[in-house]
C-alpha cells in the first residue's frame, strides 16, 4: 500500500505541474500579444502588428518548401531584408572574375519570439552590386537548422562546421562538417578524420589555406564543458591536423567561448569571451574574459601546433613580435 500511495501522490504532482506550466504559458502568450498591439500601435505601421507572427509562420514554412527542391534554386525574398534572426554568420565572398563585385552569405541562426525558438537552415545571398537579396535553395545533402556555428569562406567555398539547435523538447551540438560550392550551389559533407568534438559559439579564421578554430563550449543535460583547444584544417587536402602534440604545460587562455578574433599578419588575435566557473558546492558563475592572446601560426607550415603567447607577457613585446612587421600592435597592450 506504501509503494502504491506514493505512485499517487507524484501522479497527482505530476498532473499539478502540467496545469500549473499550461497556465503559465497561456498567460505568458496573452502578455506577449498585448506587447505585439503595444508595439504595432506605437509604430503606426499596418505591417509591424503581425510581424512576430508571420515571422513565426514563415519560418515555420521553408521546410516543407525546401523538402520540395529537386535542383539549386535562387528565389527573391518576399521582403526586402531577411527576417530578424541572432547567432547566424555572415561572410563575405569575393567573385574570382572581378575585384569589384562580390556578395554576403548568410547561413543559419535562431528567431525567438519570447516563448519559442525556431532554428533556421536558411542561406541567403546578398548582391553587393545590384544591393539585392536571395535565397539559395538546395536539395539534400544539406546541413541540419543551426546557430552559434563557424563559417569561412575559401576559394569560392563556404565551410560551416558545428554549431546548435534547441528548441523546447531538445537541446544538440553538432560535430559535422559542411561546404558549400558557390559556383555549383551544392553543399556537401566533410567527413575527414579527427574533428573536433561537438560544440557551439567557436572562433574561426582562414590562413592561408587553413582553417583556424578555437574554444567553444558544449552543454548537455548535466554538463557544460568550455573548451580552450585549437584546430587546424588544411583546406587544400581537407585533413585535419593533430594539434594534440602540444605540452598540456604550455602557456594558453582559459577554456572560454564568444571570443573576438582577428587576422593580423600570420597570427590570430584573440580577445575576450566568457566561461562558466564551477566551484565545488557551489552555483557556477558566468565569467566575462577581458584578457588579449596572440596565437603564432608560422609553426603550422612545419606541421607544428601553433603556440600562443599572453599579452600581458613581458616578454611579449620585446621578443615575440620584433622580428615580425606587428610590433606595433604589441604597443597596443602595453599600457
Given at each position: 500500500m506504501g509503494k502504491k500511495g506514493k505512485k499517487v501522490d507524484a501522479e497527482k504532482k505530476a498532473a499539478l505541474q502540467a496545469r500549473k506550466e499550461a497556465r503559465q504559458e497561456k498567460a505568458a502568450r496573452k502578455r506577449l500579444s498585448k506587447q505585439q498591439k503595444r508595439n504595432s500601435s506605437s509604430v503606426g505601421d499596418p505591417d509591424e502588428s503581425h510581424l512576430i507572427d508571420e515571422v513565426l509562420h514563415a519560418y515555420k514554412n521553408h521546410e516543407g518548401k525546401v523538402t520540395k527542391i529537386e535542383k539549386p534554386t535562387m528565389e527573391s525574398l518576399a521582403h526586402r531584408f531577411p527576417l530578424p534572426r541572432a547567432n547566424a554568420t555572415f561572410e563575405c565572398v569575393a567573385d574570382e572574375k572581378s575585384k569589384n563585385r562580390g556578395h554576403f552569405y548568410l547561413f543559419g541562426g535562431e528567431y525567438f519570439d519570447g516563448?519559442?525558438?525556431v532554428v533556421l537552415d536558411e542561406?541567403?545571398?546578398?548582391?553587393?552590386?545590384?544591393?539585392?537579396?536571395?535565397?539559395?535553395?538546395?536539395p539534400a545533402p544539406r546541413p541540419n537548422p543551426r546557430c552559434a556555428h563557424s563559417c569561412v569562406s575559401y576559394k569560392s567555398c563556404l565551410y560551416v562546421f558545428g554549431g546548435e539547435t534547441s528548441s523546447s523538447d531538445q537541446y544538440h551540438h553538432y560535430r559535422d562538417f559542411w561546404k558549400f560550392d558557390i559556383h555549383k550551389k551544392e553543399w556537401e559533407e566533410i567527413?575527414?578524420?579527427?574533428?573536433?568534438?561537438?560544440r557551439s559559439g567557436m572562433g574561426c579564421m582562414v590562413w592561408k589555406h587553413y582553417m583556424?578554430?578555437?574554444?567553444?563550449?558544449?552543454?548537455?543535460?548535466?554538463?557544460?564543458?568550455?573548451?580552450?583547444?585549437?584546430?587546424?584544417?588544411?583546406?587544400?587536402?581537407e585533413t585535419w591536423m593533430d594539434c594534440c602534440s602540444q605540452s598540456r604545460l604550455a602557456l594558453k587562455p582559459n577554456a572560454r567561448s564568444g571570443s573576438n578574433l582577428a587576422l593580423f599578419g600570420d597570427n590570430i588575435v584573440v580577445h575576450g569571451g566568457y566561461s562558466k566557473i564551477k566551484s565545488p558546492n557551489t552555483v557556477a558563475e558566468t565569467k566575462t574574459h577581458t584578457d588579449a592572446w596572440v596565437l603564432h601560426l608560422s609553426p603550422i607550415l612545419q606541421e607544428k601546433p601553433p603556440t600562443w603567447v599572453s599579452c600581458s607577457s613581458s616578454k611579449y613585446h620585446y621578443h615575440s613580435f620584433c622580428s615580425s612587421n606587428v610590433h606595433s600592435f604589441a604597443l597596443l597592450f602595453s599600457t
Open positions: 516563448l519559442e525558438t542561406l541567403l545571398r546578398f548582391d553587393i552590386q545590384k544591393k539585392e537579396w536571395k535565397e539559395i535553395l538546395t567527413k575527414a578524420k579527427n574533428p573536433p568534438s561537438a583556424i578554430l578555437f574554444g567553444g563550449f558544449f552543454e548537455a543535460l548535466r554538463e557544460t564543458k568550455f573548451y580552450q583547444d585549437v584546430h587546424v584544417f588544411n583546406l587544400q587536402t
